[in-house]
């Protein structure tokens, strides 16, 4: 008797596309089978790799008949790297998948009914919209198929890239990346060049030990760049002989960082930064506000799409000269800045206490007198004393991470009764569960899917709750 893990499924129609981007089909019983490389309109043979009481995993094994949305993948990596899953789909049925994925968590899990449905908006740049990339090094590249059925020795194992997904040991040595402009490849390539041609030792994750780490590549949108390396160890030489090379080459570079990492995780936030050259950071402009982005700062990394983002969540709030506005999970203050320019007075809170020093830098910076901001668990510091102790809201903004906003949250939410509450999120399924807990005082109006990330399944959302 075969095994389930050896099933081959037979002419699968691909109707859909789930979570983490993957392709739904059905077998002739109803079994929902989850296909890798598959898009929407695809009719394909499947090879089963994980068998389930409700669901079968697996990969294409043969195309039977293609999908009209689907298309040729730009980047020679596609399919290894795992980072641009959609490439092969349409940008026109990547937006459409976005837009009803959205619009259905809400109604679904949300339970709301008869409330506006903003077309997506989609993003102008579809490649090369990254304003930040990490590539890490390995002695032990991850070797693909043609190269292993190449049957030739390969002596060289050095790569700079990406972890092949779910194995954090392997690196699969990038060619070539569509998702950063240039020269951010011409960088990468340079450093692994440069590396190679002088004995440059590559990390070893396994054991431990080597010098070249990580390499972080960030720019802003007036052209300039930031490039970080996380080093195993100090070899002043070599990488004063690396640093100076790239900043011979590469006049776009404005400041170049390093940190030493002996730690068994490549995790930057705790690590100290060197500044070899230039000021240790840039400086970053969005609508007249000013932003200075260092090493560790966090900024949204696609430029373009945050900036309609934060219009239009300023467009939704519709603040006037006598509003008091709170700005929830505020990050380093991007949205609560952005709204100050219209509002009375901004509270913000957020956790992260490096977050907050941002944010009290931005606002200095760009001349901002009527921002506070205030730092701790926001189920913690969000609290009935805090309500009691500030000015009431007239309108709350929120964006929390992932995983949505804490049920005590979303209570002092209720307790402080704003009139207009503006929910931002990079997951509609938990923005749908929080605004259900909100639904007997508010009446949901609209909502806007925004697609920062091209060719992933990535989508963040934008909705307006009024107070009944």
Same mark, same amino acid.
């Given at each position: ?6 099933l081959?499924?037979?002419? %699968? ?9 993957? =392709? ?17 309109? !695809? ?14 995993e ?16 730009? &980047?020679? @990596?596609?399919?290894? &790297?795992g980072? &641009? ?29 008869n ?5 997506i908006l989609?993003? $102008?740049?579809q ?11 390995? !002695? /032990? $590249? ?14 060289? $194992?050095n ?11 392997? %690196? ?9 402009e ?18 440059? +030792? ?29 080093l ?8 004063? $002989? ?9 006049v ?6 390093y =940190? ?16 070899? @050259?230039?000021?240790?950071f ?20 696609n430029?373009?799409?945050a900036?309609?983002l934060?219009?239009?969540t300023?467009?939704? *709030? ?9 700005d ?11 709204? *100050? ?16 020093? *941002? =944010? ?6 760009n ?7 205030? &730092? ?7 609290t ?8 009431? /809201? #007239? ?13 005590k ?26 605004? /259900?807990?909100?639904k #007997?005082n508010y ?15 990535h989508? +963040?959302?934008? *909705? ?5």
């Amino acid at each position: 008797m075969k095994r389930k893990t050896n099933l081959i499924l037979d002419n %699968i129609n691909i109707y859909g596309a789930g979570a983490k981007g993957v =392709a739904i089909g059905k077998t002739i019983e109803g079994k929902t089978v989850l296909v890798k490389g598959a898009v929407p309109g !695809d009719v394909v043979d499947v090879k089963v790799r994980k068998s389930k009481s409700k669901y079968f995993e697996g990969d294409v094994l043969n195309l039977i008949t293609p999908s009209e949305f689907r298309v040729d993948p730009k &980047c020679i @990596h596609f399919g290894v &790297c795992g980072g &641009c899953k959609w490439q092969n789909l349409s940008y026109e049925k990547q937006l459409d998948i976005k837009n009803d994925e959205v619009y259905n968590n809400i109604k679904r899990i949300g339970g709301f009914e008869n409330f506006e449905c903003v077309p997506i908006l989609g993003a $102008k740049e579809q490649y090369f919209y990254r304003n930040k990339m990490e590539f890490s090094f390995s !002695d /032990a $590249k991850w070797l693909t198929l043609d190269e292993i059925n190449s049957g030739e020795n390969i002596d060289n $194992k050095n790569a700079l890239g990406f972890h092949i997904p779910g194995m954090w040991s392997k %690196i699969l040595d990038l060619k070539e990346c569509w998702l950063q402009e240039a020269p951010s490849n011409q960088i990468r390539l340079a450093v692994k060049k440069f590396a190679d041609e002088n004995g440059l +030792e590559y990390f070893d994750v396994k054991n431990q030990s080597g010098f070249l780490r990580t390499l972080m590549l960030r720019q802003n949108s007036m052209g300039e760049w930031m490039v970080l390396f996380q080093l195993y160890r100090e070899e002043k030489e070599n990488q004063e $002989k690396l640093f100076n090379y790239l900043l011979e080459n590469f006049v776009e570079i404005k400041t170049l960082v390093y =940190a030493i990492n002996p730690k068994l995780n490549d995790s930057i936030y705790d690590l100290d930064i060197e500044i070899y @050259h230039g000021d240790g950071f840039l400086m970053e402009e969005m609508d007249g506000l000013k932003f200075k982005i260092g090493p560790k700062s966090f900024f949204q990394t696609n430029y373009q799409q945050a900036l309609n983002l934060y219009r239009k969540t300023l467009e939704f *709030a519709e603040i006037t000269e006598n509003d008091v506005v709170y700005d929830l999970y505020t990050g380093t203050g991007t949205i609560a800045q952005y709204v *100050a320019k219209k509002a009375k007075h901004v509270i913000g809170i957020e956790s992260v206490p490096e977050a907050i020093a *941002a =944010a009290k830098e931005h606002a200095k910076l760009n001349g901002l007198e009527n921002c506070e901001f205030f &730092c701790g668990d926001m189920k913690d510091i969000f609290t009935k004393e805090f309500l009691e102790n500030h000015p009431k /809201a #007239d309108v709350l903004i929120t964006d929390p991470p992932r995983d949505g906003m804490h049920a005590k949250v979303v209570e002092q939410i209720l307790n402080l009764a704003p009139e207009k509450i503006v929910y931002v999120s990079c997951n509609s399924a938990t923005q749908a569960r929080d605004m /259900a807990l909100l639904k #007997d005082n508010y009446i949901l109006i609209k909502i806007l899917p925004v697609d920062m990330f091209p060719q992933t399944h990535h989508v +963040e959302n934008i *909705a307006l709750l009024i107070r009944k």
